[in-house]
């Protein structure tokens, strides 16, 4: 294996250029542990800690960005495998097909992540492309054989300090329960998403509804019962080391109802027989519901507002999720967060965590709702916001209505595992950027600037989430 990724500076990867007062700052911040609050690494490789199967299950599936990338440029997805099973897939075909295409991701951050993550971790500069796509994949396959780059040996070397899953609240944990078991470097945590038991306009509502019964022992033909299943689920996860939970919704929309109301849509919803926008409303109520349990058992709630999943149907029908074809939409944050904010939005003692790929209702609504609501924090800049450009106008253009102490640090909301150092490595040099202009500008003088950057790329994160009983 490479060298320690930190140690790997200028190797003539394409990143991000500093002028000589922002290095200073990153240099400052380069070597911070990894703080992973939010993502979709698989749980499974802690708990068994076995070798990556090939490059493409390291470096192309995992990564929606190459999919899609790929796929607008007329590659089929069986040509890079997905469908195929795992003994079928010829991963060296596939390989080289990402190698003859790999000039096509300039601009984008796939392009600085992927050349990064090559260069850092497998030591490999030169430019990838057809030509060297065996000698490249051959480097790559040999590296990962080794007990240097299985999964615990990795989460070391990256030096992550946390990193948090993405788990259904009807998960048993098991693989959690095993990675416990063994001495790692960083924290494995898992995350609560019960959106699954939550929104009755999913066609497994029902199904999921009882089984979590089955696993709670509680009679969620109930609204009562149902509501403390949730609770016992949730209490569940935190004896694991869970920390937040997370929903994932296009649009936005909370309300408040009377308990009466609620179990009236509840029991019609178990029956089939609910409306659509009473499935709307009973899920907008259920979100609140889940703002008002985290104000009691303290877990982090964070909302993912503004992504259409699968709207590409065939694919979808194909493939399944995960395949590239989410795309931003526009999102009322005023009015879809009105009711569970002057439910809860009063108190400090909860954080809750929100994030839009809608750059605009960021700016506009987002960041002086964070700027205002004690329990609002304002997430990182998220899918399709999240390049060099996102980056930068992320911070130039939140912070004046937010503030620094009411961002939630970084988040990289991957399953790509060996992308996550480049990902954070390139938002410590936005930070950089930033903060080196606006000591420049005379906004903040060097004091200022060296804890702002420690809180953007470790310590708000920690806060946020709610970290510090365990790092």
């Excluded at 999921?208 to 696993?215: D, G, M, S, T, W």
Aim: with cysteine; glycine share 8%.
């Amino acid at each position: 294996m490479t060298p320690a990724f930190s140690n790997l500076i200028g190797t003539g990867t394409p990143i991000l250029t500093l002028s000589d007062a922002a290095q200073d700052i990153y240099d400052s911040v380069r070597d911070l542990p990894i703080v992973s609050p939010h993502g979709h690494c698989d749980p499974r490789w802690f708990a068994e800690n076995t070798p990556f199967a090939d490059p493409v299950e390291v470096l192309i599936h995992p990564d929606q960005g190459v999919l899609r990338m790929l796929y607008s440029q007329g590659v089929s997805l069986e040509d890079l495998g997905v469908g195929v099973a795992a003994h079928q897939r010829e991963g060296r075909a596939i390989f080289r097909t990402f190698a003859r295409h790999f000039h096509k991701f300039r601009g984008t951050p796939t392009d600085l992540w992927m050349a990064t993550t090559l260069a850092r971790i497998f030591g490999i500069t030169a430019p990838l492309n057809a030509d060297n796509a065996d000698a490249v994949y051959d480097k790559i396959d040999a590296e990962i054989k080794s007990t240097q780059m299985y999964p615990h040996a990795l989460l070391a070397s990256f030096n992550i300090e946390v990193l948090a899953t993405t788990d259904s609240a009807l998960d048993d944990l098991a693989h959690h329960k095993a990675a416990r078991k063994h001495k790692l470097r960083g924290k494995v945590v898992p995350t609560f998403c019960p959106d699954a038991v939550l929104d009755p306009r999913r066609g497994d509502f029902k199904a999921n509804v009882v089984k979590l019964a089955e696993i709670t022992d509680q009679d969620t033909s109930s609204f009562e019962g149902y509501l403390e299943a949730l609770r016992d689920r949730r209490a569940y996860f935190m004896a694991y080391g869970a920390t937040a939970t997370v929903h994932s919704l296009p649009e936005l929309g909370t309300c408040y109802m009377t308990e009466r109301r609620a179990a009236t849509l509840f029991a019609k919803a178990m029956g089939g027989k609910i409306a659509p926008k009473e499935a709307q409303s009973l899920y907008g109520h259920m979100l609140t519901e889940m703002a008002q349990m985290s104000a009691e058992d303290g877990l982090v709630m964070q909302i993912h507002a503004g992504t259409r999943v699968n709207t590409n149907k065939e694919m979808f029908e194909r493939f399944g999720p995960n395949t590239g074809a989410d795309v931003p939409q526009s999102v009322n944050f005023i009015d879809g967060l009105d009711a569970l904010l002057n439910r809860v939005g009063h108190s400090r003692d909860i954080n809750i965590v929100v994030f839009t790929p809608d750059a605009s209702a960021c700016e506009r609504e987002l960041a002086p709702m964070a700027g205002h609501w004690p329990a609002l924090r304002l997430g990182s800049p998220w899918r399709f916001r999240h390049g060099v450009n996102g980056i930068a106008r992320y911070l130039d253009h939140v912070v004046e209505s937010t503030g620094y102490w009411n961002l939630a640090g970084f988040n990289d909301d991957t399953r790509a595992f060996m992308s996550i150092p480049a990902r954070h490595d390139l938002w410590r040099r936005g930070v950089s950027l930033h903060l080196a202009q606006q000591r420049q500008r005379g906004v903040l003088g060097r004091g200022d600037v060296d804890e702002i950057a420690q809180m953007l790329c470790r310590d708000l994160a920690i806060d946020a989430y709610k970290f510090s009983s365990f790092v």
